[in-house]
């Protein structure tokens, strides 16, 4: 097998890595890993922006405080002070570093999304924020000549020595490569394409949470999954996002007898929590027996929407569909995972030399149901802390040098190497029919409503493919179905014990909050499956 030792090692190009590997940039050799290019994550297509309380208008507390009442109760809030109060620094100073926003003359422009009191989210070239933070970023770390890139390099599994983590194996082409590293940095993302519908990119497959439950480490709250209200729904388009930011600058949902109703489930209207409008729309698609809702931009002016929201114009305009005049067809999405691999505020997770930043981490910060607009700016605020902890890495050269060694001396290697073992040299029957039904199975039984029946019949499901997490694969897409199945359990299992109503967990048959309500609920793995841990309070 092929080895190589760096001094860090980052999983995944979004906002969280490479804002870790500026970090780290000055300090030692970077190697920066993605399993597509390195443009291709949740980050290149977020649209609607980056909230931070830097207008006139605002304060870092009312940011605190939006912040809170969207997590419903559960938000750590220390991790949620870091990422008000560190925000505005990360803003400016990713604008020194290039990054152009959206401006109203020479002043930021601020737009409000859902659930903010105030006018906060920084947008850029429209609806391109994600893509305009990801080439800033990019453009930065290119100046560093110590960070490396490796696209098109899947990580398979983390090296895990005496219980710390020594770096990752890692596919290339079809080549296996041990990388060492003494601090590794989990960046991966989310996990949407466990659902059938979604708005997350190919790549959002679960895998940081997999490989790190596979390593040991403590994952929680994997029952809060948020789904967006608004994808565009078309037989003949993909599950396009439709950015909050519409419904901010005044677009109106009407049920498909064109009625407006988001003035029957809440005060805030269109504006109401995300989960509240996805389930306002799932009650009205029921009632009227539609697949889908409308969003109305019609009466917005053609020219300030075609300025406002380029991308989103044009992209469904190769639809057919022209935003400035038509309605358009939308449905909920599932969109991004409030749970994952359990950090501190410092990112450390429960493995020594272990970090995760983003939306594959779980600080707490966004606790049951995440503030539109949040995501963006934890990536930059938690993905700087994430560096700066990776420097001071338990995990010695001696230790990484003897761990390093060892790989040739013995045989202690990846069990995904040996490819007698892949299924007797058979590629595995129907691994992209049960993708299929998998994601459909989530969709339909742990997504936006949710009931014990539901979720004891995707149990039971899921458990049948089981046999698939004793499977040694050696492809990219098998791998993939082997950590969509984790993640998949995890969630179904979490919404299973949560017998109650909390955030973005909808459970139709416990729709108060239920009896301890407030804990955080955190898994680890062991030998025959899962283990339900309590809620240790790191
Ligand atoms: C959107 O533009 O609606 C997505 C922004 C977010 O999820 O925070």
Redo the contacts with the bound molecule.
């Keep these: 097998m092929e080895k190589e030792l760096v001094d860090f090692l980052i999983i995944g190009s979004g906002v969280a890595g490479l804002r870790a590997a500026i970090e780290l940039a000055p300090h030692g050799n970077v190697l920066v890993v993605t399993k597509d290019i390195p443009t291709e994550s949740s980050t290149e297509y977020?649209?609607?922006?980056i909230?931070v309380a830097l207008s006139d208008e605002d304060e870092v507390g009312i940011h605190f405080e939006d912040t809170l009442k969207a997590g419903d109760g559960l938000c750590r809030e220390e991790a949620v002070k870091v990422l008000v109060e560190e925000g505005p620094e990360r803003i400016l100073e990713l604008i020194s570093w290039g990054a152009e926003f959206d401006r109203e003359g020479t002043k930021l422009d601020f737009t409000l999304?859902a659930a903010h009191s105030r006018k906060r989210i920084l947008h850029a070239r429209g609806?391109s924020t994600g893509r305009e933070l990801e080439r800033a970023l990019l453009s930065k770390v290119r100046s560093f000549s110590t960070v490396k890139k490796y696209q098109f390099a899947f990580t398979i599994d983390l090296i895990i020595k005496d219980g710390e983590c020594h770096g990752a194996y890692v596919l290339r082409g079809r080549e296996v490569v041990a990388l060492f590293a003494k601090a590794t940095i989990l960046a991966t993302g989310g996990a949407g394409q466990i659902f059938s519908r979604t708005?997350n990119p190919q790549v959002a497959t679960g895998d940081g949470m997999a490989i790190a439950f596979r390593a040991g480490a403590v994952l929680e709250d994997m029952e809060f999954v948020?789904f967006?209200p608004?994808s565009l729904y078309s037989p003949s388009a993909p599950q396009f996002?439709?950015?909050?930011?519409m419904r901010g600058e005044g677009a109106i949902l009407r049920n498909i007898n064109r009625e407006p109703f988001m003035k029957n489930y809440h005060s805030m209207a269109e504006l109401a929590p995300r989960d509240v409008v996805s389930r306002a729309i799932i009650s009205e698609m029921v009632k009227t027996k539609g697949n889908h809702v409308y969003l109305d931009m019609t009466h917005l002016g053609k020219d300030f929407v075609k300025k406002r929201f380029p991308r989103i114009y044009s992209t469904c305009l190769q639809y057919d569909v022209d935003i400035t005049e038509d309605l358009i067809p939308v449905s909920p999405a599932a969109?991004?995972m409030m749970g994952g691999v359990k950090t501190d505020i410092y990112d450390a997770t429960t493995i020594k030399g272990l970090y995760a930043a983003g939306e594959v981490a779980c600080t707490g910060v966004h606790g049951a149901n995440?503030l539109?607009?949040?995501?963006?700016l934890e990536g930059l605020v938690y993905g700087a802390r994430a560096g700066k902890s990776a420097l001071n890495s338990p995990i010695s050269s001696e230790q990484l040098a003897v761990s390093h060694q060892s790989l040739v001396k013995t045989s202690d290697q990846c069990p995904m190497t040996n490819d007698q073992t892949r299924l007797n040299g058979r590629s595995m029957p129907d691994h992209e029919e049960i993708r299929r039904a998998l994601r459909k199975l989530m969709w339909e039984r742990v997504g936006i409503i949710r009931c014990a029946e539901s979720l004891k019949n995707a149990k039971e499901k899921l458990a049948e493919w089981s046999f698939i997490l004793d499977k040694t694969f050696l492809t990219r897409r098998e791998i993939e179905l082997k950590n969509m199945l984790t993640v998949a359990r995890l969630i179904t299992e979490a919404a299973l014990l949560r017998k109650g109503s909390v955030g973005a967990h909808y459970r139709s048959d416990y729709p108060q909050r239920g009896e301890g309500w407030e804990r955080h609920i955190t898994w680890r793995k062991e030998d025959k499956g899962l283990r339900h841990e309590k809620d240790n309070g790191i």
């Design positions: 977020a649209q609607g922006g909230a999304e609806d708005t948020q967006h608004t996002l439709l950015s909050e930011a969109h991004y995440r539109a607009s949040n995501s963006l």
